[in-house]
């Protein structure tokens, strides 16, 4: 298999499809094929704009990269997506379906989607998610956008991995506001309020617009004043507004150096993805073999962690 | 009864392997409840399934099989065009390499054209009231033979 990741890599370069699908399965199935590609790919200076999606379920996140795909196709630019969805903590099993909103561009040659199960053992974002944004960023995708499931755990995450951050909310979902309360309007860059088709949508923009201003959502982000934008995805309105201002977002991280900074902080957090999964895989596997005995748990608690980390030497 | 045991074997067996299975409905027809029931199925069983929806045509499911890297491919049919569709879709794979994937068809296939349908490749055909459990069953042994490969 090691001779033929070079092979691959080659021909993933060169624009085979086909290669490009079985990289990204090799970065999924092992840590040290993982490595070992991304050592042959890493370049120090990231290209791609990475535009992290989250937001409410069923607020149309996929739905609403479908159009920004379409706009950013007709600029001429390549577009990748690594759409998340959950995996079942007790079959194991996925069922991925944001594709299904992005279908109309699976034969385009300049778009590649690849849906991604969390599978973590903490039910957030998987180290190959954040490896295969390094290899739409050699392959010289220019957007490279990761729809993330929207609850808890991947909120927070994507922070870590996105130059660009959009949340989408929605009226009529019942109690957006209180969801968007609850953690992910710290992290917005951009906020959407898709649906805006819906007779609801005026009170909830009000809403939204009133909440930012007062600072009661929207974090102080270093100069960057978090913004709000009403979309139709559904009747592609809104969506040239929405791409004007992730460009501003995008001038103003380059401009303030930030940009750089978030693949430094993306790239030490694939490695603390891997980490975890390394450390946490291995303990599983060894704590199925201990008997506490209940008289010292804190000693034998300390006895695995050692075990644990001893299977590294 | 025999087959039940079987299949929890299996089901054992690719725990810990993932194994990812495209579901998608090919053709003009909308209605997708049986792939849906299908897709659920497999995913309690503990596989990964890409849901393409309604509505796709060959190329599409071609390119998104080359995309997602999946092992294993189950198209539904219900609207009576399943030769030429699954002709063109069978003739599309080959073209891309993609030969060596195996293929499930399910829906409302006439039985007198089971035979030509086999011919083109396809691995099995699943006709209404085909029990989920055979239809998991044999998906995963077709994943498992094609990664032994
Ligand atoms: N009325 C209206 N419906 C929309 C709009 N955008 C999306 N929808 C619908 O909302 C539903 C969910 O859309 P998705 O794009 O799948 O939403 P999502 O946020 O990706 O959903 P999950 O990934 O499941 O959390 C679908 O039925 C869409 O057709 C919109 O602008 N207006
Ligand atoms: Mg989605």
């Given amino acids: 298999m090691k001779n033929n990741v070079e092979t691959l890599i080659g021909n993933a370069l060169n624009g085979d499809r086909a290669s490009i699908g079985r990289l990204l399965t090799y970065i999924e199935r092992s840590p040290e094929i993982a490595s070992k590609i991304l050592s042959i790919i890493i370049q120090e200076k990231g290209g791609g704009h990475v535009i992290g999606v989250t937001g409410i ?257 | 009864m025999g087959g039940a045991t079987n299949l929890l074997d299996l089901i054992k067996k690719t725990r810990n392997r993932r194994i990812k299975v495209l579901i998608a409905k090919l053709g003009l027809d909308g209605h997708d409840r049986g792939a849906k029931v299908v897709a659920r199925a497999l995913k309690d069983a503990g596989l990964e399934v890409i849901y393409t929806g309604i509505r796709q045509t060959p190329e599409q499911v071609v390119e998104t099989a080359i995309q997602e890297d999946v092992d294993v491919i189950g198209v539904s049919i219900l609207s009576g065009a399943h030769i030429p569709l699954m002709t063109k879709l069978m003739r599309l794979l080959r073209e891309r390499g993609l030969g060596d994937i195996p293929v499930f068809l399910g829906g409302t296939i006439p039985l007198p054209d089971i035979p030509k349908l086999k011919e083109l490749g396809i691995r099995n055909i699943f006709l209404p009231g085909t029990p989920l459990r055979d239809i998991i069953k044999e998906t995963l042994e077709a994943a498992l033979e094609r990664s032994r490969e």
């Fill in chain 1, 57 to 313: 379920p069923g607020s149309g996140k996929s739905t609403l990269i479908s159009r920004l795909i379409s706009h950013y196709k007709n600029s001429g630019l390549r577009v990748a997506v690594v759409a998340i969805d959950p995996t079942s903590p007790l079959s194991r099993g996925a069922l991925l379906g944001d594709r299904i909103r992005m279908q109309e561009h699976a034969t385009d040659p300049r778009v590649f989607i690849r849906s991604v199960p969390t599978r973590g053992v903490k039910g957030g974002l998987s180290f190959s998610g954040v490896a295969m944004i390094e290899v739409f960023d050699r392959l010289g995708f220019d957007k490279i956008i990761v729809e993330s499931i929207g609850v808890g755990q991947t909120d927070i995450d994507i922070m870590n991995l996105a130059h660009t951050i959009l949340v989408v909310t929605a009226p009529g979902l019942g109690d957006e506001i209180q969801a968007l309360k609850a953690g992910i309007m710290e992290i917005g860059d951009i906020y959407v309020l898709n649906k805006s088709d819906k007779p609801e949508a005026n009170r909830t923009y009000a809403y939204l617009d009133f909440a930012l201003e007062t600072g009661e959502i929207g974090s102080e982000k270093i100069k960057w004043k978090p913004r709000l934008v009403k979309t139709s995805a559904v009747m592609g309105q809104g969506i040239e507004d929405l791409v004007d201002i992730i460009e501003e977002h995008l001038q103003f991280i380059k401009k303030s150096g930030i940009y750089q900074e978030k693949i430094r902080v993306r790239r030490r957090y694939m490695v603390r993805l891997l980490a975890e999964k390394l450390f946490l895989e291995t303990l599983e596997n060894l704590s199925d073999s201990i008997e506490p005995t209940g008289k010292n748990i804190y000693e034998e608690a300390v006895q695995l962690l050692k075990e644990t980390l001893s299977q590294f030497d």
